[in-house]
C-alpha cells in the first residue's frame, strides 16, 4: 500500500506538470497532438529535474551505506556494553560541565538557566511506542527536566511523536540513525564498535531476477502498462509503445504465476 501511494503521488506530480505544460504549449501551439506530444516532453523533463533536485537535497540531509552501517553497529555495541552511560556522560562532557549520570540516562544541569536536560537511553531491541514513552517519562518526572531526549533503536510510528504533545517537557525521540547524526557526530564523539550486524551477502543475478519476477511486482508491471496503453489514446502509439506495454504485461504474469520465485511456505514447520 505504502508503495503504491508513493507511485500514486509520483503519477499526480506528473501530471500536474503536464497540465501546466499543456495550458501554455495549446496557447502557442494550433495543432492539438503537436501540443500533447510537446507538452509531455517539457513535462518529462521537468520532473525528471525536479526529481534530480529533491535526490540531492536527501543527500545531502540523509547517512551515508557506510554511516548508516556505523550507526548500526555502534547502537548494538552499546545495547551489550555493561555501563552504556559512560559514553554519554563523555558525549555531554564536550559542550557541558555539570553533567550526573545513572543507570540509564544522565542529566544535564544547565548553570546559566538552572534547568535540566535529560538524555535516557532505550538500549531495547523494541521499537519505541506509546507505552514505553509513558513509561520512560513517569520515569523521569521526578528529573523536573525541561526537555527529555530518549535515543531509542526505532520509533514504531508517527502516533509515538503526536504523543508527544501531551507532555508538559519537550521531548525529543532520537532513533538510530538520529542518533549518529544529532549527537555522534555532532559532539563528534562515537562509541566503539564491539559488536557488529552480519554483512548482507552480494546480490547475484539470480537475486535480481528474484525480486524483479516475484509477486509483489505484479502490480507495478500493470500499473506501467497501463499507463502506456492509455497514453496511446492520445498519441499515436509506435512499435516501441507496444513491444514495451507488451513485455510489462508478460512480466506481470510471470510475477503472478510462476512459482520459482513465489514458493508457499508448507503449513506444518515442525
Same mark, same amino acid.
Given at each position: 500500500m505504502k508503495k503504491l501511494?508513493?507511485?500514486?503521488?509520483?503519477?499526480?506530480?506528473? #501530471? #500536474?506538470?503536464?497540465?501546466?505544460? !499543456?495550458?501554455?504549449?495549446?496557447?502557442?501551439?494550433?495543432?492539438?497532438?503537436?501540443a500533447v506530444v510537446v507538452s509531455?516532453?517539457?513535462?518529462? #523533463?521537468?520532473?525528471?529535474?525536479f526529481g534530480f533536485i529533491a535526490r540531492k537535497r536527501r543527500n545531502k540531509t540523509s547517512l551515508k551505506l557506510k554511516e548508516k552501517e556505523d550507526a548500526e553497529n555502534m547502537f548494538l555495541s552499546l545495547?551489550?556494553? =555493561?555501563?552504556?552511560?559512560?559514553?554519554?556522560?563523555? /558525549?555531554?562532557? *564536550?559542550?557541558? *560541565?555539570?553533567i550526573t549520570k545513572h543507570k540509564d540516562h544522565i542529566v544535564i544541569t544547565h548553570s546559566e538557566e538552572n534547568v535540566k536536560t535529560v538524555l535516557f537511553a532505550d538500549l531495547s531491541f523494541q521499537p519505541l511506542d506509546t507505552s514505553r514513552l509513558l513509561t520512560i517519562h513517569n520515569k523521569m518526572?521526578?528529573?523536573?527536566?525541561?526537555?527529555?531526549?530518549?535515543?531509542? *533503536?526505532?520509533?514504531? =510510528?508517527?502516533?509515538?511523536?503526536? !504523543?508527544?504533545?501531551?507532555?508538559?517537557?519537550?521531548?525529543?525521540?532520537?532513533?538510530t540513525y538520529e542518533t549518529y547524526k544529532q549527537?555522534?557526530?555532532?559532539? =563528534?564523539? !562515537?562509541?566503539?564498535?564491539?559488536?557488529?550486524?552480519?554483512?548482507? *551477502?552480494k546480490v547475484v543475478f539470480k537475486d535480481f531476477v528474484a525480486h524483479a519476477l516475484n509477486k509483489?511486482?505484479?502490480?507495478?508491471? /500493470?500499473?506501467?502498462?497501463l499507463i502506456l496503453i492509455l497514453s496511446g489514446l492520445f498519441i499515436?502509439?509506435?512499435?516501441?509503445?507496444c513491444i514495451i506495454a507488451s513485455l510489462l504485461v508478460v512480466c506481470a504474469i510471470i510475477s503472478q504465476f510462476n512459482p520459482y520465485f513465489n514458493r508457499k511456505t508448507k503449513e506444518e514447520v515442525l
Open positions: 501511494n508513493l507511485v500514486f503521488q509520483e503519477v499526480l506530480k506528473f #501530471l #500536474l506538470i503536464f497540465l501546466v505544460c !499543456f495550458v501554455w504549449a495549446r496557447y502557442f501551439i494550433r495543432a492539438l497532438w503537436l509531455i516532453g517539457i513535462s518529462a #523533463l521537468a520532473f525528471a529535474i545495547c551489550f556494553d =555493561d555501563k552504556p552511560m559512560d559514553f554519554f556522560a563523555e /558525549l555531554a562532557s *564536550k559542550k557541558h *560541565k555539570n518526572k521526578k528529573e523536573k527536566a525541561i526537555k527529555i531526549v530518549i535515543c531509542c *533503536k526505532e520509533i514504531k =510510528d508517527k502516533n509515538v511523536e503526536l !504523543f508527544c504533545e501531551n507532555f508538559p517537557e519537550k521531548i525529543v525521540i532520537l532513533d549527537l555522534f557526530k555532532t559532539y =563528534d564523539c !562515537f562509541p566503539r564498535i564491539t559488536k557488529t550486524y552480519p554483512t548482507t *551477502k509483489n511486482r505484479t502490480k507495478g508491471y /500493470l500499473f506501467s502498462a499515436r502509439a509506435n512499435i516501441y509503445y
